[in-house]
């Protein structure tokens, strides 16, 4: 990454090719199965029971949430809005990591400290 930024270049991560495959594959086979049409650009980003699953860290095959510390992270964190859930994939890299733990605490309450 550092030799492409220092002669010039732009480096580009594209990610999750699998896992659209995978959720392809799995839309049409819940379409030619169970004859449910399921749109995932019109999926509702506030379901509850999703949330629950989030926050139980039920992750397993779900693209950045399925590592362990990921895991560990949703547990804590409790997210119960897409943009926690957002927040929380952007936390989740090396520089942000050691204020994982401040914002755990300020998202429950426990503090209103700022760094």
Same mark, same amino acid.
């Given at each position: 990454?550092?030799?492409?930024?220092?002669?010039?270049?732009?480096?580009?991560?594209?990610?999750?090719?699998?896992?659209?495959?995978?959720?392809r +594959?799995?839309? +049409?086979?819940?379409?030619?199965?169970?004859? @449910?049409n399921?749109?995932?650009?019109?999926?509702p980003?506030?379901?509850i029971?999703?949330?629950?699953?989030?926050?139980?860290?039920?992750?397993?095959?779900?693209?950045?949430?399925?590592?362990?510390?990921?895991?560990?992270?949703?547990? +804590?964190?409790?997210?119960?809005?897409?943009?926690?859930?957002?927040?929380?994939?952007?936390?989740?890299?090396?520089?942000?990591?050691?204020? @994982?733990?401040?914002?755990?605490?300020?998202?429950?309450?426990?503090?209103? +400290?700022?760094?």
């Open positions: 990454m550092k030799d492409i930024e220092a002669v010039g270049m732009t480096k580009f991560d594209f990610l999750g090719l699998k896992t659209l495959t995978v959720i +594959n799995a839309v +049409n086979f819940i379409k030619e199965s169970h004859h @449910i399921i749109d995932i650009n019109d999926l980003l506030d379901d029971e999703t949330y629950k699953l989030l926050m139980k860290g039920d992750t397993d095959g779900v693209f950045q949430l399925e590592s362990s510390g990921m895991k560990d992270l949703l547990v +804590n964190f409790k997210p119960d809005h897409i943009e926690d859930v957002i927040a929380l994939i952007a936390a989740y890299r090396p520089r942000p990591m050691k204020m @994982i733990p401040d914002f755990i605490a300020r998202k429950h309450g426990e503090t209103t +400290n700022y760094l």
